[in-house]
């Protein structure tokens, strides 16, 4: 079956600008987790929905960050004012419950000019 | 909090060896779940074993194994048979709760494997 997959795979971006990341899921997982990597380093939790509801938002580091999951399904990580700190790897993850194995998306790369 | 630690930051092996890369952790919570995952050129993180804190015996998958040693908070990857493929960046994680019931990943630094001819 098909994985879970992101667009864009790349995004440029200028600092300032807004971004928007979409992640689709395994049809049928009912949790989703974003992360983000910075180079040399492993992934970092953000947000972790259960359902629509985002049931834990605490690895999200400011307020310029938010997360949608409006379905239940796919999800869309939103970035405001974006800051050439914010460039990274933003990887998605599905699983079919809270507690099995979170199957990963090939990433977004931003890179915010 | 929870912490992993990978003390290799890069590592050879020839073909057709084994190679251990090796993984410790800290945490105060009695039930916890350890993964590996392997990190190829493209991105994409790819799960390959799973190891939970009660689990008698040591995780097993094919080419793969946990050398899980809980006294000593270490949860070491064996990979038996190297092949070329097997080039990539390891991550251990370790599975920490959030609240609202879900399980979060705390991430090591990461092992970049390399196999040789």
């Known amino acids: 079956g098909a994985g879970v997959s992101q667009t864009p795979s790349n995004k440029v971006t200028e600092k300032g600008k807004y971004v928007e990341l979409r992640c689709d899921p395994i049809s049928g997982h009912t949790a989703l987790y974003w992360y983000r990597q910075s180079l040399g380093q492993g992934p970092e939790f953000l947000i972790y929905?259960?359902?629509?509801?985002?049931?834990?938002d605490s690895g999200l580091p400011n307020d310029r960050f938010f997360a949608v999951r409006p379905e239940g399904s796919v999800s869309t990580l939103k970035i405001q004012r974006t800051e050439r700190g914010d460039s990274a790897v933003y990887l998605c993850?599905?699983?079919?419950?809270?507690?099995?194995?979170?199957?990963f998306g090939p990433g977004t790369r931003l890179l915010v000019l | 909090a929870q912490k992993i630690t990978q003390t290799q930051p890069g590592m050879f092996v020839q073909e057709k060896e084994a190679v251990t890369l090796d993984c410790t952790y800290d945490?105060?919570?009695?039930?916890?779940?350890l993964f590996w995952y392997k990190q190829p050129s493209s991105g994409e993180m790819i799960f390959l074993i799973y190891q939970g804190s009660y689990d008698q015996q040591n995780a097993t998958e094919g080419r793969y194994s946990l050398n899980f040693q809980k006294a000593r908070k270490s949860a070491n990857l064996v990979i038996s048979a190297s092949q070329l493929g097997d080039s990539a960046m390891y991550f251990c994680?370790?599975?920490?709760?959030?609240?609202?019931?879900?399980?979060?990943?705390?991430f090591g630094t990461g092992t970049q494997l390399k196999v040789e001819l």
């Open positions: 993850a599905s699983s079919p419950g809270t507690q099995e194995t979170q199957y």
């Open positions: 945490t105060s919570d009695p039930s916890y779940g």
């Open positions: 929905f259960q359902g629509t509801g985002a049931a834990d």
């Open positions: 994680a370790m599975r920490e709760s959030t609240t609202g019931g879900g399980n979060k990943l705390t």
